[in-house]
């Protein structure tokens, strides 16, 4: 099991009313991502790293899962995957030292103060991949983006009866993958107002098809996709 220091956005976009919710929140619905996240993430690997904690943790983000249900923009900062680690002392300080820094607590400005008017919008909204989404992580660690909802594969089911590998009819794909999708771009869209929300997809991580039926739902729902070829 891995050893991590992780960040995760609340919501279960992809459940149905109805479904059980072992993990808390409400099926069909995704919280209002905390802003601070992408710059928070970055500052987080800088601590770890200076305080010798790296490579023994991994610093990553959590696809969006589990609740409990918020009215306002949310992150989860969590030190995972056992009791011995959760005991660790020097992860736990990693984390107070962020909270500190991240939020000016001590001299310093806060780090991931959102603001409309700042020449730097772009809004990842990541699409795909599995549960520490390393290929999402690949662009929040190295490019100053800031981040919205991260939807994992598992997030993303699709029911298709005739399992065509190029379905002409987005209605012809049945399960929740659509709701999610749209559940996910508003509350990004909600928290990071004058931004530039842009879909970035793990496409190693789905079959040409899936892939295919994903593109064409984020243009007809006019959600810009970034970098169609990483």
């Not at 149905?16 to 993430?41: H, N, S, T, Y």
């Not at 009791?83 to 962020?98: H, N, P, T």
């Not at 939020?103 to 700042?118: A, I, R």
Request: hydrophobic share 40%; glycine share 10%.
């Amino acid at each position: 099991m891995s050893v991590v220091m992780v960040m995760l956005v609340l919501g279960v976009p992809h459940l149905r009313e109805g479904d059980a919710v072992p993990q808390g929140g409400r099926p069909g619905w995704a919280a209002l991502p905390e802003p601070r996240m992408g710059p928070w993430i970055r500052l987080l690997k800088r601590i770890s790293e200076s305080r010798g904690l790296n490579p023994e943790f991994e610093i990553t983000m959590e696809a969006t899962h589990h609740g409990p249900v918020t009215s306002k923009p949310t992150m989860f900062l969590e030190i995972g995957s056992t009791m011995e680690y959760w005991r660790r002392q020097d992860a736990a300080q990693v984390m107070a030292q962020l909270v500190w820094e991240g939020l000016g607590l001590g001299e310093s400005e806060p780090v991931g103060k959102w603001s409309s008017e700042s020449d730097k919008k772009k809004v990842l909204l990541g699409v795909g991949g599995g549960h520490c989404v390393p290929r999402h992580m690949d662009i929040i660690l190295k490019e100053n983006v800031w981040m919205g909802h991260l939807l994992s594969g598992y997030s993303l089911p699709m029911e298709d009866p005739v399992q065509s590998k190029a379905p002409g009819n987005l209605n012809e794909i049945g399960g929740t993958w659509k709701d999610a999708i749209r559940a996910s771009y508003e509350a990004t869209k909600a928290a990071f107002p004058g931004g530039e929300i842009l879909a970035h997809l793990d496409h190693k991580s789905f079959k040409s098809w899936k892939k295919n039926v994903i593109v064409a739902f984020l243009d007809e729902e006019n959600i810009k996709i970034g970098n169609r070829k990483t």
